[in-house]
C-alpha cells in the first residue's frame, strides 16, 4: 500500500496539540480555514489554507471544508480478545474477569475465531478514528498472529504481544516461561519493525505471573531492542492487596516489574490508579508511562485516576479505551469521560480541551517512543489523520456551524462525536481498509 507520490492540498478547519499543554499554555494550534500538505504519505506543510496554497500552487486542492482534521488517535491500552464481551456491566474487575473475560478469551484457542474477532477489531479500530495502538494480544501464538496479520492488510499502527501468564487464570491461559520466551521470539522476529507493526512484551499482570515468567519476560527486552513493553498496575484495590501477598518481598507492585527490569522508557503500565508517591518518583525517574483509561475506571468501579499527582511527580499520561473493561472504541468518548470524571475527583484536574485533543494524540506517541513519527501536524510526520464530520442533522453538526470559538468547537466535538462523525481514517496517506 503506497501513498500517492503528488502533493496534495487538504482543505479543512485543522487541529493538533504539537507540544505537551499540561507545561505549555497556548500548546492548541487551530487553522478554521486550514491547509494540510500530503506528500507521499507525510505531513510537508500545516498552515492556513491561504497561505499553504500560494506556497504550493502545483498541488491538487481537497476540499473537505465543512468537517475537521485532527491527527489520528492513539489508543494506548486495548484488548483484541475482549471486543465481544463489550457492555458487560456490575463488576469489579476480579469478578468480571472470573465471569466474563477469561472464558472470552479461552475461546481463541480456535484461530477461525480468533480471526474473525481480529477483522472486528481493526475495523472498529478505524471505524473510530483510532490509527495507532498499544493492543493486548490473546494469550495463544497464532491468535496474536491473526491479529498482526488483520492490522497488516488494514494498514494500521499496531504495537502488540501475546499475553504471557502462568498462573491464577484459567489453566487454557497459562503457558511456561520457557513456551513463551520461544513463541514470543518467533513472533517477534516474524512482526517486530515488519512495515507499521511492533511488538510488546505482554505479562499480563504480576497477579497472574511468577517470578520465571517475569523473569523472560526481562530477557526478551534485553535481546531484543526496540521491543516494546505493557501490562497493568495498580488497578483495582483487591488486585493490589493479591499482588502484595504474591509479593510479599517486594515494597509495592511497581516494584515487581522494576526487579525484573520491566520499568523502561518504552514501558506503559495501564491505569495506575492505585499507585502510591513513591512508585510515581520511581516511574519517572524510569520515564515509563501510564495508560489513563477513564471508561474502564468507572465501569469497573476501580477509581478515579489521579492525575494531578502523576503531573506532580513527573509521570508521562496518555488515554486508553481499555476495550472491553471500557465502554468502547472511541477516543473522542474516552477523552468525554476524562473530563467528566476529573470534573468529579476529590483532587481532580480542570481537562480542556486542548489536553483532551494531546491525549487522545500526541501524548499516546511520545508513551509509544514514536512522537517522531506521529501524534500531530509537524512536517515531516506520517499524515496519519481523521476526519471528522458530522451527519448533516445531527446536533455537532448544528453546534460546528455556529461555534462561537476553536476551543468550543474541539470540546464539542469530544462531546458530541461518535463513530458516525468519523467520516475518513487515513495512515501514511492511505485510506484505512476495514
Ligand atoms: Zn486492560
Known amino acids: 500500500m503506497t501513498a500517492a507520490a503528488h502533493p496534495e492540498i487538504l482543505r479543512a478547519t485543522l487541529f493538533h496539540v504539537p507540544r505537551n499543554p ?37 498541488a491538487a486542492v481537497r476540499d473537505l471544508r465543512g468537517g ?30 472470573q465471569r466474563y473475560t477469561l472464558p472470552e478469551e479461552a475461546k481463541f484457542a480456535d484461530l477461525d475465531y480468533a480471526r474473525v474477532v481480529a477483522a472486528e477489531f481493526v475495523r472498529a479500530l478505524a471505524a473510530h478514528g483510532t490509527t495507532t495502538a498499544l493492543v493486548f494480544g490473546s494469550h495463544f501464538t497464532a491468535a496474536t498472529a491473526a491479529l498482526f496479520e488483520a492490522a497488516r492488510s488494514s494498514g494500521l499502527r499496531i504495537v502488540s504481544g501475546i499475553v504471557l501468564s502462568d498462573r491464577n487464570l484459567l489453566s487454557a491461559l497459562h503457558q511456561s516461561p ?3 520466551y520461544r513463541e514470543s521470539t518467533r513472533l517477534i522476529r516474524e512482526y517486530h519493525g515488519k512495515g507499521r507493526l511492533l511488538y510488546a512484551v505482554t505479562p499480563r499482570f504480576a497477579l497472574s505471573s511468577s517470578d520465571a515468567m517475569l523473569e523472560i519476560c526481562g530477557a526478551l527486552l534485553r535481546e531484543n ?3 516494546r513493553f505493557q501490562t497493568h498496575l495498580n488497578e483495582s484495590k483487591p488486585e493490589v492487596k493479591e499482588v502484595a501477598r504474591l509479593f510479599p518481598h517486594d515494597p509495592d507492585y511497581f516494584a515487581v516489574y522494576e526487579r525484573h527490569g520491566l520499568a523502561g522508557r518504552h514501558s506503559v503500565f495501564a491505569h495506575s490508579v492505585q499507585t502510591t508517591d513513591a512508585e510515581l518518583e520511581r516511574m ?5 508511562s501510564a495508560s489513563y483509561c477513564p471508561g474502564s475506571n468507572a465501569a469497573l468501579g476501580s477509581g478515579f485516576f489521579p492525575i ?33 470524571l476529573q470534573r468529579l475527583a476529590p483532587e481532580g484536574f480542570p481537562l480542556a480541551a486542548e489536553h483532551l485533543l494531546y491525549l487522545a494524540t500526541l501524548a499516546g506517541a511520545e508513551a509509544l517512543g514514536l512522537e517522531g513519527e506521529i501524534g500531530d501536524f509537524t512536517p515531516g510526520k506520517s499524515a496519519d489523520l481523521v476526519y471528522v464530520h458530522a451527519p448533516e442533522a445531527s446536533p455537532l453538526a448544528a453546534v460546528m456551524r455556529n461555534a462561537p470559538s476553536a476551543g468550543h468547537l474541539l470540546s ?23
Open 308 to 340: 494531578c499527582r502523576h503531573l506532580a511527580k513527573g509521570v508521562h499520561f496518555a488515554l486508553g479505551s481499555d476495550v472491553g473493561g471500557g465502554t468502547g472504541f472511541g477516543m473522542l468518548k474516552e477523552g468525554l469521560q476524562a473530563y467528566l
Open 412 to 434: 464539542a466535538i469530544f462531546t458530541l462525536a461518535d463513530s458516525s462523525c468519523i467520516a475518513r481514517t487515513w495512515v501514511e496517506g492511505c485510506p484505512v481498509k476495514t
Open 178 to 180: 520457557d513456551s513463551a
Open 22 to 58: 499540561f507545561r505549555v499554555s497556548g500548546s492548541l494550534e487551530f487553522h478554521e480555514d486550514g491547509g494540510l500538505l500530503i506528500n507521499s504519505g507525510r505531513i510537508a506543510a500545516c498552515g492556513d489554507y491561504a497561505s499553504v496554497r500560494e506556497a504550493h500552487p502545483e
Open 284 to 288: 519517572a525517574a524510569r520515564g515509563s
Open 225 to 227: 531492542p526496540g521491543v
Open 68 to 97: 475537521v482534521l485532527l491527527p489520528g488517535f492513539v489508543d494506548t491500552h486495548v484488548h483484541y480478545p475482549q471486543v465481544r464481551i463489550l457492555g458487560c456491566l456490575g463488576y469489579g474487575l476480579l469478578e468480571w474477569l
